[in-house]
């Protein structure tokens, strides 16, 4: 039988979420290339600028439950308790229901403000008031995944995924097609809703949706909640560094410089994804279970890294070499400035590649505060390089700014 903590099982499941990763890419290429036709630089910077701003309202009110409840979920998985294992996911998808109607009601409050944060022109504040719902839908879909990953339905978590991407190409394309910009709006919604009911038509066949709003009940989540709060403020900080980063991008300069970073930041962590998804996938669950024991841990840390960094270099290479065909190709040639970036960007995720198995060890042994500092620092640190950069290089800056807060 295959250990969890072997080569070929970290082979496997990096193959097989890499190989997803792969469709992904390819329909991605897709319908990269159809959106970046059909709207153009400064469209993509609209929807950047939407995407990163929800983002933000996401993380900042649905306290970390698609990583914490893995935790969760996964110990109790690992013990073989099947009654404590229901009860569990019964906490969970409680959890996530409270959490999607505060960040739906959240993101309504905030919208006058956040029209103001986010642009220099125009009024979009009923923009952010139809997008809410999205928020809601994500911190539904984000606890549904994380009880499929908790539980080790790898296959399953594979299927969604391409489904999910194929929901994107499907639905956004044709309304881009007949109304342009005018589509951003209904094109998130529907995609969003679409990857929600994909993901709990999934996760209700296993598990049957059951809910509790008993105060007792709730209660129990108490200790994952408190790990979510290190997720909240680490998700608000990561997020915010984002918005920080695209507002000042759109404050300072012109909405198609906002569309070729989020082209380039696209190409480059699209790619890398085929690393980086088996990770939080298959790896991060197999941490938590072994998190008391040293050796084990230890072991499958370096084993990670290892497979890691040997799996991703090639790619990077080719990547690194292929941008200037790859990037007109699968875009457009108006996003060529964005060349450089990306060429730069790679670099940085390679440094990634070798870190972020380390970075998974507070996660696994829920020491929220040392996952919060690392986070912490980063955030903060991208966000000062990349600012300060990009004021005086442009978008080369931009890379430089990622590239250094690696190192």
């Not at 809601?136 to 391409?162: C, D, F, N, P, Q």
């Not at 990561?238 to 695209?246: H, T, Y």
Request: with cysteine; proline share 3%; hydrophobic share 50%.
């Amino acid at each position: 039988m295959e250990k969890e903590d072997s080569y070929s099982h970290i082979i496997k499941y990096t193959s097989i979420f890499g190989g997803v990763q792969g469709v992904n890419i390819l329909v991605s290429i897709i319908r990269n290339k159809l959106v970046a036709l059909l709207l153009g630089p400064d469209g993509m910077g609209l929807v950047s600028l939407f995407n990163s701003t929800i983002k933000l309202i996401s993380d900042s009110t649905n306290f970390g439950l698609a990583m914490s409840a893995v935790k969760n979920i996964s110990e109790t998985y690992q013990s073989g308790d099947w009654v404590q294992l229901r009860s569990s996911i019964k906490l969970v998808r409680s959890w996530s229901a409270l959490t999607a109607l505060l960040g739906l009601i959240v993101c309504i409050a905030l919208s006058p403000l956040l029209n103001i944060w986010t642009f220099n022109w125009g009024n979009h504040t009923l923009h952010f008031i139809f997008l809410s719902p999205i928020v809601a839908l994500t911190a539904v879909t984000g606890g549904e995944l994380a009880i499929l990953k908790g539980t080790r339905h790898l296959k399953y978590l594979a299927a969604i995924s391409i489904y999910n991407v194929l929901c994107g190409l499907v639905i956004s394309v044709p309304l881009y097609y007949f109304w342009h910009e005018e589509a951003i709006v209904p094109s998130l919604i529907l995609v969003s809703l679409a990857q929600m009911l994909v993901t709990i038509i999934y996760s209700f066949h296993l598990f049957p949706l059951r809910l509790s709003m008993n105060q007792l009940f709730l209660g129990k989540g108490i200790n994952m909640m408190k790990l979510g709060i290190a997720f909240i403020l680490s998700g608000m900080l990561g997020s915010g560094a984002d918005f920080v980063i695209r507002s000042y991008m759109s404050h300072s300069t012109t909405l198609s410089n906002v569309g070729l970073f989020n082209a380039g930041y696209m190409m480059t962590m699209v790619y890398s994804g085929m690393i980086f998804s088996a990770m939080e996938t298959d790896y991060f669950p197999r941490l938590s279970a072994v998190q008391y024991n040293k050796e084990k841990l230890s072991m499958v840390v370096n084993r990670q890294i290892e497979v890691s960094v040997l799996l991703i270099s090639p790619m990077l290479v080719f990547f690194t070499i292929g941008l200037p065909v790859i990037l007109p190709l699968f875009l457009s040639r108006k996003f060529l400035p964005a060349l450089p970036m990306s060429q730069i960007l790679v670099l940085a995720m390679y440094l990634r590649a070798a870190k972020l198995p380390v970075a998974y060890i507070p996660l696994a042994k829920g020491d929220s505060f040392s996952y919060l500092l690392m986070e912490g620092a980063y955030d903060i640190v991208v966000t000062v390089l990349v600012i300060l950069l990009f004021s005086y290089y442009g978008l080369n800056g931009v890379g430089w700014g990622f590239f250094f807060t690696a190192v």
